[in-house]
């Protein structure tokens, strides 16, 4: 088994060469356990120790967003990003039948909350909550918007009816939006 680590292949020692399974991007699997790899680092491979690996399944919104994680006994957010040691930590409370990875980096929910980065942060009505586009959120509400630490409450915003204007895409947003209340630009009230 070999890994590229960017500028030639390096042989991965102590693998059940009969065994290993390509999980995505950066995990893979063998009858011994799971593993993260990283072609960037020194480092290179870590086995992943506490996870069950029959079970084990990453959950990604994107190729390479590999944040949150499953197995059998819960769900897990890697609270270093993907990258050497691979810390993964479980979500005390995270409902398994129900969760599922959002449209946006590091922002999942299940049936009762909204992770981002792997912590429950407080939403009116999770069941509800959806993402709008260009770093905001809705649900029937509230809108929100996304800090680096947490996703917060835009104030005066209805949720039931807020929604961006001719937005397709965050390049082609020019930063309109309305809501039964008024229009808006950039979040400033238009006259």
């Known amino acids: 088994l070999y890994y590229d680590a960017g500028e030639s292949y390096i042989v991965v020692k102590d693998f059940d060469i009969n065994s290993v399974h390509i999980l995505s991007s950066h995990f893979i699997k063998d009858k011994h356990g799971i593993y993260l790899v990283r072609y960037d680092s020194k480092q290179g491979i870590k086995k992943i120790e ?14 390479n967003h590999e944040t949150y994680f499953k197995d059998v006994n819960g769900i897990y957010f890697d609270e270093v990003v ?6 993964l930590v479980k979500i005390l ?9 959002l449209d946006y980096y590091l922002l999942a ?38 800090s680096y630490e947490t996703i917060k409450v835009i104030p ?15 390049y082609s947003w020019k930063g309109y939006s309305k809501d039964k209340n008024h229009t808006y630009y950039r979040g400033k009230i238009l006259e």
């Open 93 to 101: 409370g995270a409902d398994q039948s129900s969760f599922n990875v």
């Open 50 to 63: 506490g996870i069950d690996p029959r079970s084990f399944e990453v959950i990604q919104n994107d190729a």
């Open 156 to 170: 005066n915003l209805d949720g039931c009816t807020y929604e961006l204007i001719d937005y397709e895409n965050t």
């Open 82 to 87: 993907g990258k050497i040691p691979g810390n």
């Open 109 to 146: 929910k299940d049936k009762n909350h909204v992770y981002y980065r792997g912590i429950p942060i407080q939403i009116s009505d999770p069941s509800t909550f959806e993402v709008i586009g260009n770093g905001y959120f809705k649900d029937d509400l509230n809108v929100y918007s996304r």
